[in-house]
């Protein structure tokens, strides 16, 4: 769809003016009747759809390639996203006028983030990171003390940044910076405390970070795809082209293909094995029973009018339709709620780095989301609750470090020697 470029930003006394590309500011249409804007209606819709479908196209494939990779380049992939997410934030209320009076401001922004990826990625990886270097002596030693003092090295961090932002606090610009101070945290809040939950997932099985993912973008295509062609009821004043028509065919079409999606997955180890270290080789795993088939006789009328008489389905596939009617119902409404966003701030869009989409945070508002709920559903419900050997096995080699493993080990010798010496 075109954008307007017409709007004109009025001159102030002061010269203050938002330091954010005028395309991507839009007038307030409240005035205007809910459904104005549908895309029946709009005369640009096949362009605006090519320019799209274009886009689509080369993001999935460059998703794939980076699934394929493995567990490491699609972390990699996460971290290059929530830059451009704090980026396209940050700059929504950033003002050159004042920012023109504070030198090196923008750098305690970054300064923060950074501090909070290292302390997120820190507390994420670092048993994995320790796992990796088991071979090396020196390079075992000297990861396992940098994440013995990982929290402390963080809060340093922190407080050198807090006393920065002290240092650096001018008269007549109080309001602004302690502005921008609570926006940054906030900020670090959205990004972080949801994609870390991403990364998560990557490391419990690829699975379960990407059959949510692909939910989502077949319930964002389907939807513009049924409210391209059939949407006439407006869904919600908030996103003015979203269609009940649209989104009750994504609905269906993300639950269909949720079922279907993970008979599918669920059949590769390399989606289904969990990754306890860094590296990129190949996994070989027992599965468990979630991904191992079983047998549905279907009832006799069934087989009168296709010509099968069993199914095979995955456990995990009835686990999916969970997810399936997650992304369908709730997770667009972190689409709803980045639109009244947008429309406070009266922006057509975050930014503009992907074309007909937006920028990224407009193409992730509903994958964070999706994603928490994803982490919670697994450990809630996927996760064993009772102990097992396998489990505890985990637990040893992710929390504990190699000196710790071999003490377990002659330990639990010792204690198996005494009770085999009682009992003869």
Known sequence: MQKDHSTSIPSTPTGRVRNRRRSNEVIPEDSKPNGSHLLVND???????WIRTHSSIWMIGGFVFIVYMGHLYITAMVVVIQIYM??????????????????????LNWHFFFTAMLFVYGRLLSQRLVNTVTTDRFLYQLVSSLF???????YFLYITGFMWFILSLKKKMYKYQFGQYAWTHMILIVVFAQSSFTVANIF??????????????????????????????????????KTWEGFIGASVTTIISAFVLANIMGRFQWFTCP???????????????????????????????????????LPVQ??????????????????????????????????????????????????MVMAVFAYIYHQSFVVP?????????????????????????VKLGEILHETLTGES
């Open 318 to 367: 009835w686990h999916a339709l969970c997810l399936g009617l997650f992304a369908s119902i709730i997770a667009p409404f972190g689409g709803f709620f980045a639109s009244g966003f947008k429309r406070a701030f009266k922006i057509k869009d975050f930014g503009d780095s992907i074309p007909g989409h937006g920028g990224i945070t407009d193409r992730m508002d509903c994958q």
């Open 385 to 409: 609750q009772s102990l097992s050997v396998e489990r505890i096995l985990d637990q040893i080699l992710m929390n504990l470090t190699f000196e710790e493993q071999h003490s377990l080990y």
């Open 148 to 154: 013995k003092y990982h929290m402390a090295i963080c």
């Open 275 to 313: 990754r306890k270290d860094l590296s990129n080789g190949w996994l070989h795993c027992d599965p468990g029973l979630l991904f191992k088939s079983e047998q549905y006789t279907l009832p006799g009328w069934v087989s009168q009018w296709f010509p099968w008489k069993e199914i095979s389905i």
């Open 43 to 49: 005369r640009n819709k096949y362009r605006s759809m």
């Open 86 to 107: 704090a980026k396209e934030l940050f700059n929504l209320l950033r003002k050159s006028h004042e920012d023109s009076h504070l030198p090196g401001f923008r750098l």
């Open 204 to 241: 419990e099985g690829i699975f379960w970070f990407l059959l949510p993912a692909t939910l989502i973008v077949i319930n964002d295509i389907a939807a513009y795809i049924f409210g391209f062609f059939f949407g006439r009821t407006p869904l919600i004043k908030l996103s003015p082209k």
